[in-house]
């Protein structure tokens, strides 16, 4: 081996379809241990937590069951929910939440259990046991090249006809040996695409476990987002305030401009008999605005707190929004930033 790396002696080369063969095999086991360790990763994204499961999995022994981070904030929710009180619009919302999101915590645990046993257990009996096979092999292999080839130096450095005989009787063994143990490499090394077959199998599990875990988590939140439409008409009077008075809350502005985004039931629900009067007629109001808003295109108007502008209704309008005028420009603006005023 040594003389073959410094070019003192020559080597047998293995023929051109197993040289392919040898470098598919490779190629199969770095991306398999890649997509492996990824997936790991991306099912629990804790490297303490995956270094946990690996000891236990060692100790062939079971992990110990914990909340995952859903489940987690899903209990602290319930919690904070029955502390503030479960009559109170927060609270209340607090605990549909926080039982919305500990399903959500079930969902990825059964995500992660499908993974393992339909993606990543074969991807794992692969690199540890049919490619520590094909590497077993491959070595043998290359001790019976080294055998032949040390038999063919020999044999080239014989003198004497009994030392010739007895060297060529030892090539034609060693090329015997060297040629079966070829054979046996390449029937391993062609399992490899019954191998990728598998692998696809496994990928199409895998695929289908996200599938259904996110159409899960779409619907438990649609649900969630049903629960809480009917919640904004107690929302501002949860703290004793009139509806007609803003929350003096930095975040509240955000809050509701994307309750009027997603939640289309929710700016119905706190439509006021004004807006319902002004919708049915054609005149106009004025109407101080509550919060800052910015337009989102040239359609919309922007809004300043505090200031006061005309609104009215016009046919076929989108119930959350009305026609607000400031002199010269008018555009939409959504009916949970306006107050009307008599």
Known sequence: FTEEKLGQAEKTELDAHL????????????????????????????????IEEFVYEKLDRKAPSRMNNPELL??????????????????????????????????????IQTSAINFLTPLRNFIEGDYKTITKERKLLQNKRLDLDAAKTRLKKAKVAEARAASEQEVRITQSEFDRQAEITRLLLEGISSTHAHHLRC??????????????????????????????????????QSS?????????????????????????????????????????????????????????L?????????????????????????????????ITYLELLN
């Open 302 to 334: 922007s809004l300043l707190a505090d200031e006061v502008i005309t609104v009215y209704s016009i046919p076929g309008m989108d119930s959350d929004w009305l026609m607000g005028e400031r002199g010269n420009q008018k555009g939409k603006v959504p």
């Open 74 to 111: 899903g209990q602290y929710m319930i919690d904070a929910g029955n502390e503030f009180g479960p009559g109170t619009a927060y609270g209340n919302a607090l605990i549909k939440c926080g039982e919305t999101q500990k399903r959500i915590g079930t969902a990825d645990r059964e995500l």
């Open 19 to 50: 040289e392919n063969l040898l470098s598919k095999a490779e190629c199969t086991k770095l991306w398999t241990e890649k997509i492996m360790k990824q997936t790991e990763v991306l099912l629990q994204p804790n490297p303490n937590a995956r």
């Open 203 to 240: 990928l199409n599990d895998f695929v289908e476990a996200q599938m259904t875990y996110y159409a899960q988590c779409y619907q438990y939140m649609l649900d969630l987002q049903k629960q809480l439409g009917s919640f904004p008409s107690t929302f501002l009077s949860n703290n004793n």
């Open 244 to 300: 007609s008075t803003p929350v003096q809350s930095a975040s509240t502005p955000s809050v509701l401009a994307s309750a009027s985004a997603s939640l289309p039931s929710v700016s119905n629900s706190i439509v006021t008999s004004g807006i319902s009067e002004l919708k049915s007629s054609s005149g106009s109001r004025k109407a101080r605005v509550l919060y800052d808003y910015d337009a989102a295109n040239s359609s919309e």
